[in-house]
C-alpha cells in the first residue's frame, strides 16, 4: 500500500490510497473463506466447497464486504502512522476492488489542528481555600431533622402559617369557569412559606381556615413552567381542608440511622466532611478553569468546523430538551433556531478550543482511556438517570457518541495532569453553600410516616390530577 497526503487545510486532509493487485486478491481470499466456513452450498459438505463455486455464488456480498473491509483496515492504518486525530466522519471516495487489478482511493476528512503547544507543567495558579459557613451548616441538619419529622393536624381552627402544611384543593379557570390545561388537584400538601408555589396564590391559602374557600385572579409570569399560562390572568380558585404542623425532632442517634448513620456526632461529622470536601472541589474546578483560559488563551489555531458544528447542535439539543420538560418549545423563548445558535456560538468557540489543546496534551504525554473507563462513565451516567445501562450504551454507539465521550475523558484526564504538575498556592476563599452527601443520604432515609404529596414548583401554582 502506498499513500500521498495533501494538506487541503489546516484542519483538512485528503488521503489518496492505491493498493497493489497482491493485497486486492488476499482481501478477496480472506472474505472468500469466511464465506466458505459460513455458508451451506447444495453438493459439498459444510466449508469443502472449492473457493470458486463460493465467490460465483455470492460475488456481489464478497466484493463488497472485501471492499470495505479492506479500506476500514488501511484508513485506520494510515492515520495511525501519520498521527492524525479525525474530528469529522471520513468520506471514501473510490469504486469496488477488482480481482487482479490495483485499487485506488482517496479519503477526505477533518482533523485536529497542529498546536504549538506552550510550557504547560509548572504553571502558577492560585486556588481559595474551603471555608466553612456555620450557618449553612446548620440549615443543613435542620433540614434533615424536617426530613425526620412528624406531621400533625392543628387543634385550631385557623389558617396556615409560614412553615406549616395547607391541605388544598384547587383550580386554575378562564372566564367562561373551565379548568384550564387540566390543573386542578385534590387535597394537595402545600408547604406553606417555603416557596414552592406562587406568592399571590399562597396570600391566598393563607387566608383560609379549614373549611373555607377562596379565589383570586393571578397574572402568571411570562417565564411560566406552562408556556401556555405564560402572561395569561386567569382565576385560581382554593379550598383547605386542613391545616398541619411539623413537629422536628432534636439531633439524636436515632435520626443519624435514618441517614446511614451510628450516631448523632458521625452525621455532624460527615456533613461538615462534605460540605467542606464539595467546596474545595467548586474551588479545585474554577482554578483549573482559570487555568486552562490562561493557556488557550495564549494559542492561535483553527477550529475543525464540523466540530464547531457539532458543538453548537448539542448545546441546541439540550436547551430543546430542557424545554421540553418544562412544556415549553423553542418559541416560546421569542428566538429562532438560528438566533439560538448565533448566541451559542461564542461558548461553542471556546469548549472546542478547550478541548482541542486538552487533546494534544494527551497525545503529548501519552493519555488514554480504557473501554472499562468508558463503560465507567457511561454506567455513573445510566445511575443518575434511572436508564438501564445496556439500552444507555447502545444508544451512544448507534448515535455515534462514543468518539465524543472517549474524548472528554481523555480531556479531563490531560486537565487533571495539567493541575498536578501545576504550582498550586491556596488562598484565602469566599463561603461555600453545598448540599452535602450526608444530607441527600438522609432525604433517601425512611421516613417516619408517609411523606406528604410534592408541593408545586414555584412557578407552578397548580398541578395536574392524576
Do not use: W
Not at 392543628?154 to 406549616?164: I, N, Q, S, V, Y
Not at 396564590?201 to 379565589?215: H, I, R
Not at 457511561?378 to 468518539?403: C, D, R, S, W
Amino acid at each position: 500500500m502506498e499513500y500521498e497526503v495533501k494538506v487541503v487545510s489546516p484542519v483538512e486532509r485528503e488521503i489518496k490510497i492505491t493498493v497493489p493487485a497482491e493485497e486486492v486478491n488476499a482481501a478477496l481470499a480472506t472474505t472468500i473463506a469466511l464465506y466458505k466456513r459460513g455458508h451451506q452450498i447444495k453438493g459439498f459438505r459444510q466449508g469443502k466447497a472449492p473457493a470458486s463455486v463460493i465467490e460465483s455464488k455470492y460475488r456481489k456480498q464478497i466484493y463488497g464486504e472485501a471492499t470495505t473491509d479492506l479500506i476500514n483496515f488501511q484508513i485506520n492504518q494510515v492515520i495511525g502512522e501519520l498521527g492524525l486525530m479525525p474530528m469529522s466522519r471520513i468520506d471514501v471516495d473510490g469504486e469496488e476492488i477488482v480481482r487482479d487489478q490495483d485499487f485506488a482511493y482517496s479519503i477526505t476528512f477533518e482533523t485536529a489542528p497542529e498546536i504549538d503547544l506552550p510550557e504547560y507543567k509548572g504553571r502558577s495558579i492560585e486556588e481559595e481555600e474551603a471555608v466553612i459557613d456555620e450557618n449553612e451548616i446548620a440549615k443543613i441538619e435542620q433540614r434533615i431533622l424536617q426530613q425526620n419529622g412528624k406531621v400533625e393536624p392543628l387543634e385550631d381552627a385557623r389558617a396556615a402559617k409560614d412553615g406549616e402544611i395547607a391541605v388544598v384543593s384547587f383550580g386554575t379557570y378562564d372566564a367562561d369557569g373551565n379548568v384550564v390545561d387540566g390543573i386542578k388537584a385534590e387535597s394537595f400538601d402545600l408547604p406553606v412559606g417555603e416557596g414552592q408555589s406562587l406568592p399571590e396564590f399562597e396570600e391566598l391559602v393563607k387566608t383560609l381556615a379549614p373549611g373555607e374557600s377562596g379565589e383570586t385572579e393571578i397574572v402568571f409570569p411570562e417565564d411560566f413552567i406552562n408556556a401556555n399560562l405564560s402572561g395569561r390572568t386567569l382565576t385560581m380558585k382554593a379550598k383547605v381542608h386542613a391545616v398541619k404542623r411539623r413537629i422536628v425532632p432534636e439531633m439524636s442517634d436515632e435520626v443519624a440511622k435514618t441517614a446511614g448513620f451510628d450516631t448523632a456526632e458521625a452525621l455532624k461529622t460527615a456533613i461538615r466532611e462534605s460540605y467542606v470536601s464539595q467546596a474545595q472541589q467548586l474551588n479545585k474546578s474554577k482554578a483549573q478553569k482559570d487555568l486552562l483560559d490562561s493557556l488557550v488563551g495564549e494559542l492561535s489555531f483553527d477550529l475543525p468546523p464540523s466540530m464547531l458544528e457539532d458543538r453548537i447542535s448539542r448545546m441546541v439539543e439540550d436547551t430543546e430538551m430542557r424545554l421540553d420538560k418544562q412544556g415549553k418549545s423553542l418559541a416560546s423563548l421569542g428566538k429562532s433556531l438560528d438566533d439560538l445558535k448565533a448566541e451559542f456560538h461564542p461558548t461553542a468557540v471556546d469548549s472546542c478550543r478547550a478541548e482541542l489543546f486538552l487533546l494534544a496534551v494527551a497525545k503529548n504525554e501519552t493519555l488514554d482511556v480504557t473501554p472499562q473507563e468508558i463503560d465507567m462513565s457511561i454506567n455513573q451516567y445510566a445511575m443518575k438517570t434511572g436508564q438501564p445501562f445496556h439500552n444507555l450504551k447502545q444508544y451512544y454507539e448507534e448515535n455515534n457518541l462514543l468518539v465524543p465521550l472517549r474524548d472528554r475523558l481523555i480531556a479531563d484526564k490531560a486537565m487533571e495532569f495539567i493541575y498536578e504538575n501545576a504550582e498550586v498556592t491556596k488562598i484565602s476563599g469566599a463561603v461555600a453553600d453545598k448540599k452535602t452527601a450526608a444530607e441527600k443520604s438522609a432525604a433517601k432515609a425512611p421516613a417516619k410516616k408517609a411523606p406528604a404529596k410534592k408541593a408545586p414548583a414555584k412557578k407552578a401554582a397548580a398541578k395536574k390530577a392524576d
